[in-house]
């Protein structure tokens, strides 16, 4: 595992841990709050996450070339979260921006 340092491990490490923290959270929230749209949020963030696993899972290996489709799968997974994290924000924005009904 010499293809990154500690220091570039554990930010990477860290960084996967903190996604997966906070599509719970995002979840957690849409539950709580009834929010069904902030549901959408965290499924967008999902392909992201994918995305941080294959490099970390390609790192791991150093940078093996057998696994070269791990880097071409995780620009694959950035395209898509991006898009799903666009269109998860759009949803949300839009929700927000109707009237909400009484609660009773």
């Given at each position: 595992?010499?293809?990154?340092?500690?220091?570039?491990?554990?930010?990477?490490?860290?960084?996967?841990?903190?996604?997966?923290?906070?599509?719970?959270?995002?979840?957690?929230?849409?539950?709580?709050?009834g929010?069904?749209?902030?549901?959408?949020?965290?499924?967008?963030?999902?392909?992201a996450?994918?995305?941080?696993?294959?490099?970390?899972?390609?790192?791991?290996?150093?940078?093996?070339?057998?696994?070269?489709?791990?880097?071409?799968?995780?620009?694959?997974?950035?395209?898509?979260?991006?898009?799903?994290?666009?269109?998860?924000?759009?949803?949300?924005?839009?929700?927000?921006?109707?009237?909400?009904?009484?609660?009773?």
């Open positions: 595992m010499n293809a990154l340092s500690i220091p570039t491990w554990m930010v990477h490490i860290s960084s996967v841990i903190e996604w997966i923290v906070a599509i719970a959270l995002v979840s957690r929230y849409a539950t709580k709050a929010y069904g749209h902030w549901r959408a949020l965290a499924w967008g963030m999902v392909p996450l994918v995305s941080a696993t294959c490099a970390c899972t390609w790192h791991f290996f150093d940078n093996a070339s057998q696994l070269d489709w791990l880097v071409t799968l995780q620009a694959l997974t950035t395209v898509i979260g991006n898009i799903t994290l666009c269109l998860a924000a759009w949803w949300i924005y839009r929700q927000s921006a109707q009237p909400s009904a009484p609660k009773p």
